[in-house]
């Protein structure tokens, strides 16, 4: 692959991050998963690391595993979360070859309480997921010089013209969405195949899994994301926006 010669080289400047992955975005645009992942391993080394949710499925840490054993999976614990998703978690790290390694917000749900009022989120959610997602998030990123991620592009309009591999100009890092060109189809059938974990919230109707008070169950015939902030405009945390 382009560039897996420079693996491990030593630190590499955004431009040349920036570069990196406009030449890879071009060239594995048809690549399997598994391929995509193959190259940001060879070419960033212990600087790449995937990010997990526990949300659902596990796919992408499982593909991870599988790919680049002994990978750093990146979880976010808001402090809000499901015990379910806690325990998926916990199970990924214990199941999987991957090493999780998980973020905490700088406030604790009580200190931000007592900073900002209680049920932020319901009040002002951006500033609630910029706190306890974004912002743990963008510091352990000065860790690594490129992320992976799970995001689909038939997730949602926001998600549909995700690169398989891009240019995080917010974060000067080169992002990774092995499964970008998968369908909600391809990732059953290889959860199915490979008998993946599942977050045991999905067999309660929850289809798209966030922090326990921002999420419900899913109707029939309703989008997959229609149980995250549901009834407000808002429909990502602003990770990948």
Not at 64 to 74: D, E, H, K, Q, Y
Not at 87 to 115: C, F, H, I, K, N
Request: aromatic share 6%; hydrophobic share 40%.
């Amino acid at each position: 692959m382009t560039c897996a010669a420079d693996a491990h080289s030593g630190l590499r400047t955004p431009e040349e991050l920036r570069e990196l992955a406009l030449a890879a975005g071009r060239e594995l645009e048809d690549a399997s998963a598994e391929q995509v992942l193959s190259w940001a391993a060879e070419t960033f080394g212990d600087r790449f690391a995937v990010t997990g949710s526990m949300g659902t499925d596990t796919v992408l840490s499982h593909l991870a595993s599988r790919v680049v054993p002994g990978i750093t999976v990146l979880f976010l614990d808001t402090g809000y979360h499901f015990a379910e998703t806690l325990g998926t978690r916990d199970a990924v790290d214990a199941v999987y070859d991957v090493r999780v390694r998980t973020l905490l917000p700088m406030l604790s749900v009580a200190e931000q309480d007592a900073a900002y009022g209680p049920r932020l989120h319901d009040r002002d959610p951006d500033l609630c997921c910029s706190m306890r997602k974004v912002a743990p998030l963008d510091a352990a990123l000065g860790d690594y010089d490129a992320w992976g991620t799970g995001v689909r592009r038939d997730e949602s309009p926001l998600r549909s013209l995700t690169p398989v591999v891009g240019f995080d100009a917010k974060r000067g890092k080169v992002k990774v969405s092995p499964l970008a060109r998968w369908s909600a189809a391809d990732v059953e059938a290889y959860a199915a195949t490979h008998g993946t974990l599942v977050n045991p919230l999905v067999w309660d109707d929850y289809t798209s899994i966030g922090c326990a008070p921002c999420t419900r169950r899913v109707e029939p015939g309703e989008d997959a994301r229609s149980g995250r902030w549901a009834g407000s405009a808002k429909s990502e945390c602003g990770i990948h926006l």
